[in-house]
């Protein structure tokens, strides 16, 4: 018994140790670097950019700071991040997944709330069903509450592995599909919409490095583009 004990506790300590290491790469690969992503839309034109900070905050978290821009560079709003790697998995915070255009529509207003986050396991494979995720976040301006913002994003599969190039370089990606709800409610008005996003998913970044949008109609609506990484 004391054997199979200490071989227990010795494949324990070995996951928790790979966990680590998994961890510690993927923290310090992404500490410090600036993502700038081109907004562009159905012609193909760049319409804006979003640009992502990030910066290690702990052995197991970037905090990333994303800013918004038109396409004259005039900033159109910020917001604050995390990304969290569990050692088997990345956690993304699904703010990052609110629309460009919804949150210029928002402009300089506060949005608070829990924290939720979507899920990517580093095994991902084609065929794969992910978690679904949820997030309310309530919307003020200068301390007054406005309304609130309803985020759901279900029935997420792993397509396939893919690679993709862009200005930023090659990538080995994952493409994934997402059905999002977005309902922003303001001022006892609900804006509704339905949408699908396409994104490819490279875990070595936490991030994607290609993303499309798609309206209730099917057709194409807007591109995301991984620009340059600095």
């Not at 140790?17 to 993927?26: D, E, G, V």
């Not at 604050?80 to 703010?95: N, P, Q, R």
């Not at 509450?145 to 029935?155: A, F, K, P, R």
């Not at 709800?181 to 994607?208: C, D, H, V, Y």
Request: contains cysteine.
């Amino acid at each position: 018994m004391k054997k199979i004990s200490f071989i227990i506790l010795l494949l324990a300590a070995c996951s928790q140790f790979a966990s680590a290491q998994n961890c510690s790469q993927f923290i310090n690969s992404i500490n410090g670097k600036k993502f700038t992503y081109a907004n562009q839309n159905i012609q193909g034109n760049t319409i804006g950019t979003m640009v992502c900070n990030t910066i290690k905050k702990d052995a197991s978290t970037i905090a990333a700071h994303i800013e918004l821009f038109d396409k004259t560079n005039k900033s159109m709003g910020s917001g604050d991040s995390e990304i969290l790697c569990t050692g088997t998995s990345i956690k993304v915070d699904m703010k990052t997944f609110i629309p460009a255009s919804s949150l210029k529509q928002l402009g300089s207003m506060q949005m608070t709330g829990d924290t939720k986050y979507l899920t990517y396991p580093l095994s991902l494979k084609p065929g794969q069903k992910l978690e679904d995720g949820a997030l309310a976040i309530n919307v003020a301006n200068n301390g007054q509450q406005m309304g609130q913002v309803l985020l759901n994003i279900n029935n997420r599969k792993v397509e396939k592995a893919e690679k993709i190039t862009t200005k930023a370089g090659s990538f080995d990606c994952y493409k994934i599909t997402n059905d999002v709800a977005l309902n922003i409610k303001m001022m006892g008005m609900s804006l509704p919409f339905q949408i699908k996003i396409i994104e490819w998913f490279t875990p070595k970044l936490g991030r994607f490095a290609k993303s499309e949008t798609y309206g209730k109609d099917g057709k194409l609506v807007a591109t995301t583009m991984l620009e340059s990484i600095n």
